[in-house]
């Protein structure tokens, strides 16, 4: 296929879902409404547009941004390991976010704090948390300067985070419990029109950034030393990747709960579709299919029941599973499509 006529249908795609998406949920809006309150019209019931503009653009665009941010962490990641299994959680980000989270969730239940002050302060923890541990992977890599290493680092830095967070959990009450667990399922809806700015900024940041790294991306398939003689800075985009990941990573886990298998399953995707392993059509492709999957997630999820909707990680599952097992049984493949 040719990558002008996919980009074209995939961005048509992630066009109709995302009208599907702000249409479909326990209150049905027609079409014909979404359309006028999306370009300022007049719609004949004003509950309608309330809808449309107050829960469901907002977390329609959480989903649209998260997706497209998870799936570049993991072409950054997968590219810069060498690792076809890398993904937005390998550097232990996604862990200190969560960790964040805990220490506030379940050890700090007794704070007089609720409703958006709570959220907010949800959000800085989850924040403070992805910092610290960015901090500590990009210390570390100062001091190992290999890429594999650092790799076994974030990995056990993600793993000493679980563990603590275990810890917190059995010291946990009900409540407090119930929350972080509920908190750990990953949600959109979290995000509404106040906080969505402040998920937009990361996000942009990272992507705007990552659009222009083809280049160095196409020399790292090839391993670091032909990276370094085709003049690329192999330590300095390491760290500079790094950070991105870590950014967006951590954005999305703040807002939005630890998404799973996006950022795995996306790039992999993406791939397939494309062809080809060259950044140039693999970068905006899995941009796209990350925030078309993440929007197809969300619809299941808004539409699984009238009184109780599956968990977002438990839908994104059943859509990364089968794409992990395939790349295992596959690995020679995916080394050739990369080599």
């Not at 300022?40 to 509950?47: H, I, N, R």
């Not at 969560?98 to 959000?123: E, K, Q, R, Y």
């Not at 939005?256 to 494309?274: D, K, S």
Request: glycine fraction near 12%; hydrophobic fraction near 60%.
């Amino acid at each position: 296929m040719r990558p002008a006529l996919a980009y074209s249908l995939a961005l048509l795609a992630v066009l109709s879902l995302f009208v599907v998406h702000l249409a479909f949920g326990p209150v049905r809006v027609p079409f014909g409404a979404v359309v006028m309150t999306l370009s300022g019209g007049e719609v004949g019931d004003p509950a309608w547009v309330a809808i449309v503009r107050e829960v469901r653009l907002p977390e329609a665009l959480a989903a649209l941004l998260v997706g497209a941010g998870l799936a570049t962490c993991g072409v950054l990641m997968q590219t810069l390991f060498a690792n076809p299994l890398a993904g937005p959680s390998v550097l232990g980000v996604t862990s200190g976010a969560s960790l964040g989270v805990a220490v506030l969730m379940l050890g700090s239940a007794w704070l007089p704090i609720a409703g958006a002050a709570w959220h907010g302060m949800v959000v800085l923890s989850a924040f403070a948390g992805s910092l610290l541990v960015l901090l500590l992977v990009l210390l570390a890599d100062r001091r190992v300067g290999d890429g594999i290493t650092l790799l076994i680092l974030g990995l056990m830095v993600g793993y000493l985070c679980s563990a603590l967070i275990s810890v917190l959990e059995l010291a946990a009450g009900e409540t407090a419990l119930r929350g972080f667990v509920l908190w750990g399922m990953g949600s959109f809806a979290r995000v509404g029109m106040d906080e969505l700015p402040w998920l937009v900024a990361p996000i942009m940041i990272g992507l705007c950034w990552s659009a222009f790294q083809a280049k160095p991306l196409n020399a790292l398939l090839l391993g670091e030393r032909y990276a370094s003689s085709m003049g690329v800075e192999v330590v300095a985009f390491r760290r500079k990747a790094i950070l991105i990941t870590g950014l967006l990573a951590g954005a999305c886990t703040a807002f939005c709960g630890p998404i799973a298998f996006i950022g795995l399953a996306t790039p992999h995707v993406a791939r397939g579709l494309m062809r080809s392993a060259d950044h140039r059509h693999v970068l905006p492709a899995s941009m796209l299919l990350g925030a078309g999957l993440s929007l197809a997630c969300d619809l299941v999820v808004r539409t699984s029941g009238p009184t109780m909707s599956l968990p977002l990680n438990a839908v994104t599952a059943f859509l990364g599973v089968p794409v992990v097992i395939w790349v295992v049984l596959s690995g020679r493949r995916w080394a050739r499509m990369t080599a």
